[in-house]
Nanobody, 123 residues
Framework: QVQLVESGGGLVQTGGSLRLSCVAS????????MGWYRQAAGKERELVGA???????HYGDSMEGRFTVSRDFARNTLILQMNNLKPEDTADYYC?????????????????WGQGTQVTVSS
């Protein structure tokens, strides 16, 4: 089992910044990719940014530029730096961590989600 604890959400004005943090604990030896997703009201969950086991970064459509994802592998921590926030960035932001055999032959395929942290951008 892997537990994910997110923090850093809140209310910010348009143009402001927020930094989200996700810390993984438990069976972290099998972690491969970790990523941030978001879900706005009435919309599907979408990728914001993710980092794979080899450090490659992937961003969702139109995410790169204002959003930067970083990862501390030693501390099992994933960070999302969000700058120049807009009202349309208002959503619940979720951390996801995947276990995968690429991290070790005996590792399972399993993904875990955090409880989510709310980000509200006021106009």
């Amino acid at each position: 089992q892997v537990q994910l604890v997110e923090s850093g959400g809140g209310l910010v004005q348009t143009g402001g910044s927020l930094r989200l943090s996700c810390v993984a604990s438990g069976e972290t030896a099998c972690l491969s990719a970790m990523g941030w997703y978001r879900q706005a009201a009435g919309k599907e969950r979408e990728l914001v940014g993710a980092i794979t086991l080899d450090g490659t970064k992937h961003y969702g459509d139109s995410m790169e530029g204002r959003f930067t994802v970083s990862r501390d592998f030693a501390r099992n921590t994933l960070i999302l730096q969000m700058n120049n926030l807009k009202p349309e960035d208002t959503a619940d932001y979720y951390c996801r961590a995947d276990q995968h055999p690429e991290a070790g032959m005996s590792c399972p395929r399993q993904d875990y989600w955090g409880q989510g942290t709310q980000v509200t951008v006021s106009s």
